[in-house]
Protein backbone atom coordinates (compact mmCIF):
# COMPACT_ATOMS: atom_id res chain seq x y z
CA UNK A 1 0.00 0.00 0.00
CA UNK A 2 1.27 3.76 -0.72
CA UNK A 3 0.46 5.86 1.67
CA UNK A 4 -0.45 9.45 1.58
CA UNK A 5 1.68 11.68 3.93
CA UNK A 6 -1.42 13.50 4.64
CA UNK A 7 -3.51 11.05 5.72
CA UNK A 8 -0.63 9.06 7.87
CA UNK A 9 -0.28 12.78 9.63
CA UNK A 10 -4.03 13.42 10.38
CA UNK A 11 -4.42 9.66 11.65
CA UNK A 12 -2.03 10.62 14.28
CA UNK A 13 -4.87 13.89 15.06
CA UNK A 14 -1.53 15.99 13.95
CA UNK A 15 -1.51 18.71 11.31
CA UNK A 16 -0.22 18.31 8.13
CA UNK A 17 1.23 21.18 5.62
CA UNK A 18 3.53 21.34 2.77
CA UNK A 19 5.68 23.87 0.90
CA UNK A 20 6.25 24.11 -2.17
CA UNK A 21 10.17 24.35 -3.31
CA UNK A 22 10.22 24.03 -6.86
CA UNK A 23 7.38 23.01 -9.70
CA UNK A 24 8.90 23.03 -13.05
CA UNK A 25 9.20 21.13 -16.57
CA UNK A 26 12.47 19.82 -17.71
CA UNK A 27 13.69 17.69 -20.16
CA UNK A 28 14.89 14.48 -19.25
CA UNK A 29 18.44 13.89 -18.90
CA UNK A 30 20.37 10.50 -19.38
CA UNK A 31 19.84 9.92 -15.88
CA UNK A 32 16.36 11.28 -15.76
CA UNK A 33 15.76 8.62 -18.77
CA UNK A 34 17.22 5.51 -17.07
CA UNK A 35 14.77 6.67 -13.84
CA UNK A 36 11.66 7.40 -15.89
CA UNK A 37 12.08 4.84 -18.91
CA UNK A 38 11.69 7.64 -21.23
CA UNK A 39 13.85 9.16 -24.10
CA UNK A 40 16.62 11.56 -23.75
CA UNK A 41 14.70 15.05 -24.21
CA UNK A 42 11.16 13.71 -23.44
CA UNK A 43 9.10 16.14 -21.52
CA UNK A 44 9.27 15.78 -17.54
CA UNK A 45 7.26 17.02 -14.86
CA UNK A 46 9.85 17.82 -11.64
CA UNK A 47 8.50 18.95 -8.25
CA UNK A 48 10.34 19.58 -4.66
CA UNK A 49 7.93 19.51 -1.33
CA UNK A 50 8.28 20.12 1.82
CA UNK A 51 6.12 18.15 4.03
CA UNK A 52 5.14 19.35 7.73
CA UNK A 53 3.62 17.93 10.80
CA UNK A 54 2.54 20.58 13.22
CA UNK A 55 5.08 22.75 11.63
CA UNK A 56 7.97 20.11 12.06
CA UNK A 57 9.82 19.04 8.71
CA UNK A 58 9.32 15.30 8.02
CA UNK A 59 9.88 14.72 4.48
CA UNK A 60 11.30 15.60 1.46
CA UNK A 61 9.66 15.20 -1.64
CA UNK A 62 11.85 15.39 -5.23
CA UNK A 63 9.72 13.89 -7.67
CA UNK A 64 9.87 13.18 -11.80
CA UNK A 65 6.53 12.72 -13.18
CA UNK A 66 5.54 11.60 -17.15
CA UNK A 67 4.12 14.80 -18.50
CA UNK A 68 3.18 12.57 -21.36
CA UNK A 69 0.64 10.70 -19.17
CA UNK A 70 -0.41 13.19 -16.39
CA UNK A 71 0.02 16.60 -18.60
CA UNK A 72 -1.80 18.57 -15.40
CA UNK A 73 0.64 18.11 -13.12
CA UNK A 74 2.03 21.47 -12.79
CA UNK A 75 -1.46 23.30 -12.78
CA UNK A 76 -2.33 21.55 -9.23
CA UNK A 77 -2.20 23.45 -6.02
CA UNK A 78 0.28 21.20 -3.96
CA UNK A 79 -0.23 23.11 -0.83
CA UNK A 80 -3.82 22.12 -0.97
CA UNK A 81 -3.70 18.14 -2.64
CA UNK A 82 -0.31 16.29 -1.77
CA UNK A 83 1.52 14.72 -5.13
CA UNK A 84 0.61 11.43 -4.25
CA UNK A 85 -3.16 12.37 -4.06
CA UNK A 86 -3.76 13.66 -7.11
CA UNK A 87 -1.69 10.88 -8.72
CA UNK A 88 -3.58 8.53 -7.56
CA UNK A 89 -6.63 9.82 -8.56
CA UNK A 90 -5.14 10.26 -12.36
CA UNK A 91 -3.58 7.14 -12.15
CA UNK A 92 -4.34 3.99 -9.62
CA UNK A 93 -1.04 2.82 -9.22
CA UNK A 94 -1.40 -0.85 -10.46
CA UNK A 95 2.45 -1.65 -9.85
CA UNK A 96 4.86 -0.43 -7.22
CA UNK A 97 8.74 0.08 -6.59
CA UNK A 98 10.39 1.17 -3.22
CA UNK A 99 14.07 1.05 -2.24
CA UNK A 100 14.95 2.03 1.13
CA UNK A 101 17.93 2.88 2.27
CA UNK A 102 20.10 5.09 4.74
CA UNK A 103 21.53 8.52 4.01
CA UNK A 104 22.78 11.70 5.08
CA UNK A 105 21.56 14.24 3.49
CA UNK A 106 22.99 16.83 1.08
CA UNK A 107 23.31 20.30 2.80
CA UNK A 108 20.78 21.82 0.92
CA UNK A 109 18.40 19.17 2.47
CA UNK A 110 19.76 19.79 5.59
CA UNK A 111 18.36 22.85 5.37
CA UNK A 112 14.97 22.52 4.25
CA UNK A 113 14.73 19.57 6.72
CA UNK A 114 16.33 21.33 9.61
CA UNK A 115 18.56 18.99 10.52
CA UNK A 116 22.15 18.72 11.15
CA UNK A 117 24.56 17.52 8.44
CA UNK A 118 24.83 14.01 11.10
CA UNK A 119 21.75 12.92 11.24
CA UNK A 120 20.66 9.79 9.59
CA UNK A 121 17.71 10.33 7.20
CA UNK A 122 15.60 7.46 5.92
CA UNK A 123 15.56 7.59 1.65
CA UNK A 124 12.62 5.71 -0.07
CA UNK A 125 13.12 5.59 -3.62
CA UNK A 126 9.45 4.71 -4.89
CA UNK A 127 8.44 4.40 -9.12
CA UNK A 128 4.67 3.69 -9.20
CA UNK A 129 3.30 2.49 -12.77
CA UNK A 130 -0.56 2.37 -14.08
CA UNK A 131 -1.66 -0.05 -16.54
CA UNK A 132 1.96 -1.35 -17.54
CA UNK A 133 2.64 3.24 -17.76
CA UNK A 134 5.45 4.46 -15.26
CA UNK A 135 3.82 7.40 -13.88
CA UNK A 136 6.05 8.80 -11.26
CA UNK A 137 9.63 8.41 -9.71
CA UNK A 138 9.76 9.70 -6.10
CA UNK A 139 12.77 10.60 -3.86
CA UNK A 140 11.39 10.50 -0.14
CA UNK A 141 13.91 11.80 2.37
CA UNK A 142 13.26 11.67 5.94
CA UNK A 143 15.02 12.74 8.78
CA UNK A 144 16.16 9.39 10.95
CA UNK A 145 14.89 11.00 14.61
CA UNK A 146 11.44 11.97 13.15
CA UNK A 147 9.99 9.06 11.42
CA UNK A 148 9.81 5.04 11.00
CA UNK A 149 8.57 2.88 8.34
CA UNK A 150 5.85 0.25 9.24
CA UNK A 151 3.93 -2.05 7.57
CA UNK A 152 1.37 -4.69 8.04
CA UNK A 153 1.58 -8.27 6.16
CA UNK A 154 -1.31 -10.78 5.63
CA UNK A 155 -0.48 -14.03 4.53
Not at 51 to 78: C, G, M, S, T, W
Not at 84 to 94: I, K, R
Not at 101 to 128: F, G, S, Y
Request: hydrophobic share 35%.
Amino acid sequence: QIDNIAKEIESRNHRHRSEIILLEQIRANKEQCLQMQVAIGQKLYHSILIHFENDIPVQLEDRLVNAALIPDYLKQDFSKITPNAYLMAQAPVTEGEHIVEAVLANTQECKWLKITKQEPCLLIRRRTWSNKHLISSARLTYPGSRYYLEGKFVQ
